[in-house]
């Protein structure tokens, strides 16, 4: 696998992110998309409260991914780090490998290797390896092959499984949006190796 370059027009976002101070209700939306966070928002989420009433639609999946998953938070981020990197989208991969990474038991390396290693480099114990491959097979042919399937499902419960596909879906279409929109990086996040 060759290392990801990032999608990001070079030019000015094409929509721009709302800048405060916001309106009482973009606020309220704001404050939900960050949790308990005191920070900033996030300039993709102030990207999307453009468009409030689908940035409130959007919400309820996306948290539930984060906050309520069936998955190992660390599986999680697998998923997703692998997605966006797949994707070229260094925004939303930057956010999660400083946000997540280390939180979830990422090392270093294995944050770098989900930019630019195949899933049978040796960053991957067997486990890890299978949801790297399965988030290739989703990215390249919308499935998963049959044998990775059942080795998944030797180790997953049903209910997991589905939610292995939905989170690379989900961070495929954010991929989508952080990319087509030009949402510039925040400061702070981490940038493809």
């Keep these: 696998m060759t290392p990801m370059t990032p999608m990001t ?5 094409r929509i721009a992110p709302l800048d ?7 606020e309220v939306l704001l404050s939900k998309w960050m949790g308990r966070s005191n920070e900033e928002p996030l300039k993709l989420f102030r990207t999307l409260a453009v468009h409030d009433e689908l940035a409130s ?3 309820p999946l996306g948290a539930g991914i984060l906050g ?3 998955l190992h938070p660390r599986e ?3 998923l ?6 797949r994707a070229g989208a260094e925004y939303e991969w930057g956010v999660h490998a400083v946000v997540f990474g280390a939180a979830v038991g990422l090392s270093e390396a294995q944050i770098a290797a989900s930019a630019n290693r195949s899933a ?5 114990p067997e486990p890890d ?3 790297i491959a399965a988030a290739d097979a989703l990215y390249d042919t919308n499935t998963i092959p049959d044998e990775l399937w059942a080795q998944l499902a030797a180790r997953f419960e049903e209910d997991q499984l589905l939610e292995i596909v939905i989170t690379a879906g989900w961070y495929r279409v954010i991929s989508y949006l952080v990319n087509a929109l030009g949402v510039e990086r925040e400061s702070w996040a981490a940038r493809f190796p």
């Excluded at 405060?20 to 973009?26: G, K, M, N, R, V």
């Excluded at 997703?80 to 990197?85: E, G, H, P, W």
């Design 76 to 78: 999680r981020e697998l």
């Design 68 to 70: 309520h998953p069936r």
């Design 20 to 26: 405060p101070p916001y309106a009482p209700d973009t």
């Design 120 to 124: 049978d480099d040796a960053a991957w």
């Design 80 to 85: 997703i780090l692998r997605t966006c990197a």
């Design 9 to 13: 027009p070079t030019s000015a976002p």
């Design 129 to 131: 390896a299978q949801l």
């Design 57 to 59: 639609r959007m919400r």
